[in-house]
């Protein structure tokens, strides 16, 4: 998890969510990280991977370093975009990981972005649209989560 200085935005419209995507995309297949789950919100964001060979502070550092830099450009700014270091828990690979992907993906709904299941489940932001299948990214390791649920991924 990330959260922007000082409860700052680290996202102001649909251009920079875009970006953010993008590049943790882009970074996602540069290190072969998978991303199970992702949430984008205005002032902080959650993202659940399995770490890479490359380890999670590189993954983060390239993510968030060039993000900040294309924000501050674009947005004439200077400083700082994220508060302190990213924080992250380790989470053993089994039925546990469940509950940070159901965590981080019901966020918007928690938050109130999106009003209800329905409203959540095509909501461009978050990767339960991945997960449900109206959005395709690429980058996130959509099966994985299915996993959990049952085979084949229309069943789960």
């Not at 882009?26 to 992702?38: E, G, N, Y």
């Not at 978050?126 to 085979?151: A, K, T």
């Amino acid at each position: 998890m990330v959260r922007g200085i000082e409860g700052h935005r680290i996202v102001i419209d649909d251009e920079d969510r875009f970006f953010f995507l993008s590049r943790m995309g882009k970074v996602a297949s540069a290190t072969d990280a998978s991303i199970f789950a992702w949430a984008l919100m205005s002032n902080h964001a959650h993202i659940f991977l399995k770490n890479a060979e490359v380890g999670i502070s590189t993954f983060m550092r390239k993510l968030l370093s060039g993000y900040a830099s294309a924000y501050n450009r674009r947005h004439q700014r200077h400083g700082h975009l994220f508060q302190n270091r990213y924080k992250s828990i380790a989470c053993e690979e089994d039925a546990c990981s469940l509950r940070p992907v159901s965590y981080i993906h019901l966020n918007p709904l928690r938050t109130g972005l999106v009003g209800s299941l329905e409203e959540l489940e095509p909501y461009p932001w978050s990767g339960h649209s991945v997960v449900m299948n109206p959005i395709r990214h690429d980058w996130q390791d959509r099966e994985y989560v299915l996993g959990y649920f049952g085979e084949p991924a229309f069943t789960a």
